[in-house]
């Protein structure tokens, strides 16, 4: 199993940038494909960004392609969301994901998930 623990949200002018940490515990860290999603009121948890086990490939989705940037670092079982060039469209709450196995950008394919930390750019 995986433990997950996110942090570094808060609230950010448009155009600023925000660093997100996810910090897990347990022994599947390094076989797992690590993920951000966010969820804002009224909408579907939907995908951001993933990386896989090695960190060798990434995934973004199209709204934040070019201005957000995923890293995990096994040795320290932490993954990180460098968010810049922040829209009012990111506000949201931030969940950091885990799946056993290869990378997917599907909520549905993450069996762990951190309990979220709140993102709010003003505009």
């Known amino acids: 199993q995986v433990q997950l623990v996110e942090s570094g949200g808060g609230l950010v002018q448009a155009g600023g940038s925000l660093r997100l940490s996810c910090s897990a515990s347990?022994?599947?860290?390094?076989?797992?494909?690590m993920a951000w999603f966010r969820q804002s009121p009224g909408r579907e948890r939907e995908f951001v960004a993933a990386?896989?086990?090695?960190?060798?490939?990434?995934y973004y989705a199209d709204s934040v392609q070019d201005r957000f940037t995923i890293s995990r670092d096994n040795a320290q079982m932490t993954v990180d969301l460098q968010m810049n060039m922040l829209k009012p469209e990111d506000t949201g709450v931030y969940y950091c994901?885990?799946?056993?196995?290869?990378?997917?950008?599907?909520?549905?394919?993450?069996?762990?998930w951190g309990q979220g930390t709140q993102v709010t750019v003003s505009s």
């Open positions: 994901a885990a799946a056993l196995g290869l990378i997917g950008v599907a909520a549905n394919e993450y069996a762990y």
């Open positions: 347990g022994r599947t860290f390094t076989s797992s494909a």
């Open positions: 990386a896989s086990r090695g960190g060798e490939s990434t």
